[in-house]
């Protein structure tokens, strides 16, 4: 079993949608939850970050973490065509090695 | 421009052929990776250096053997190159002391084909 599992998609939604991506995760020691955006032909780059459970908003994007549940969302409200991407996310422990565990991606396509 | 660099972008090449990957960045980060994205997008670390030292080492083949001659390069070779090994081969840097979380800061991205 992986210890991140995320919905694998393809998601195709219409502009303005509200679309909501989900990963959970198998391991408590994880402590830190991240959520990267790459466009295709790209590197994938950081969207936002959360350590606690609760909810993080950054604009139309809203981080959600459960850790009770070992459940984290990324929710985007009136999605655009540009945010049509892969959503990764990932997770950390807190060492200074550094290294993130990612999800398998999710595919989004934001239709005009 | 700020950033972390790969060359080549793309690279074709034969089966058994010896190729190399070149990583550079120049935001002065300690923290150094190598991940490998296969065609269904599941990013798999491969190596990380901290300022030139080896800290993580995934199982990889050792076939692939990483070098990092500075805290801001990092290359990797592959020798006897395999038809699995076709992936997109992402470099990436991490800030020192943010250790509360793992922000990393990709390069674009090496698409590697082998025929």
């Known amino acids: 079993q992986k210890e991140v599992e995320q919905d694998p998609g393809p998601l195709s939604v219409p502009e303005g949608a509200i679309v909501s991506l989900n990963c959970t995760y198998s391991?408590?020691?994880?402590?830190?939850f991240m959520w990267y955006r790459q466009y295709s032909r790209k590197g994938p780059e950081l969207l936002m970050y959360?350590?606690?459970?609760g909810n993080k908003e950054d604009g139309r994007f809203t981080a959600q973490v459960d850790k009770s549940s070992k459940y984290i969302s990324l929710f985007i409200r009136d999605s655009q065509p540009s945010d049509s991407a892969t959503y990764l996310c990932?997770?950390?422990?807190?060492?200074?090695?550094?290294?993130?565990?990612f999800g398998d991606g999710t595919t989004l396509t934001v239709k005009p | 421009d700020t950033a972390v660099s790969q060359t080549p972008k793309y690279l074709v090449t034969q089966m058994g052929n010896d190729k190399s990957i070149k990583c550079e960045q120049n935001?002065?980060?300690?923290?150094m990776y190598w991940y490998k994205q296969d065609s269904k997008k599941f990013l798999k670390i491969m190596f990380s250096?901290?300022?030139?030292?080896?800290?993580i080492n995934e199982t990889v083949p050792n076939r692939f053997s990483p070098k990092s001659p500075d805290k801001a390069h990092l290359n990797l070779h592959i020798n006897s190159l395999e038809l699995g090994d076709s992936a997109v081969y992402f470099c990436?840097?991490?800030?020192?002391?943010?250790?509360?979380?793992?922000?990393?800061?990709f390069g674009p991205g090496t698409r590697l084909t082998v025929l």
């Open positions: 990436a840097s991490r800030p020192s002391g943010r250790p509360l979380y793992n922000e990393q800061f």
């Open positions: 391991n408590s020691a994880f402590q830190y």
């Open positions: 959360t350590y606690s459970s």
């Open positions: 990932a997770m950390t422990y807190n060492t200074n090695a550094g290294k993130s565990t």
């Open positions: 935001l002065g980060h300690d923290t």
């Open positions: 250096y901290n300022n030139k030292e080896l800290i």
